[in-house]
C-alpha cells in the first residue's frame, strides 16, 4: 500500500437515490469503475449556473404586454370602440420586446 500512485482518500456519502443516479450516468457512459468515474467527474466535470435575469425581464415585458392586449380587447368588447393611444401603448411595447430579444441574442452571439 506505501507504493500506491494515489495515496489519499477521500470520503463522502449519499442518499440511496443519488447511487441511483450515480449508477445511471456510469451506464450511460458505459464504465463500471466507479472510482475511475468520480474521480473523473471531481476533476474533469463542470458545473453550468445560467443567469435567468435577461430571461425574467423578457417574460416581464411579455406578461405586460399580454395584460395590456387583454385590457385593449375588453374594452373594445364592451364598447365597440378602440382608441389610438392604446395601439402606440401596444407597439412601444412591442418595442421593448424586440430590444430585449435582440439584446439577448447579440450577448449569446
Request: a positive charge; proline letters at 1%; aromatic letters at 6%.
Amino acid at each position: 500500500m506505501a507504493n500506491r500512485t494515489r495515496p489519499n482518500q477521500i470520503l463522502f456519502c449519499v442518499s440511496d437515490e443519488e447511487k441511483n443516479l450515480i449508477h445511471a450516468k456510469m451506464e450511460q457512459l458505459g464504465t463500471k469503475n466507479m472510482g475511475a468515474y468520480l474521480r473523473k467527474m471531481a476533476i474533469d466535470g463542470y458545473i453550468i449556473k445560467v443567469d435567468y435575469t435577461e430571461q425574467k425581464k423578457l417574460a416581464a415585458a411579455v406578461s405586460n404586454v399580454a395584460s395590456n392586449i387583454n385590457q385593449v380587447c375588453k374594452r373594445i368588447n364592451s364598447t365597440g370602440h378602440f382608441y389610438e393611444d392604446d395601439v402606440t401603448e401596444l407597439k412601444e411595447r412591442q418595442k421593448e420586446i424586440w430590444q430585449l430579444l435582440k439584446s439577448n441574442q447579440s450577448k449569446e452571439l
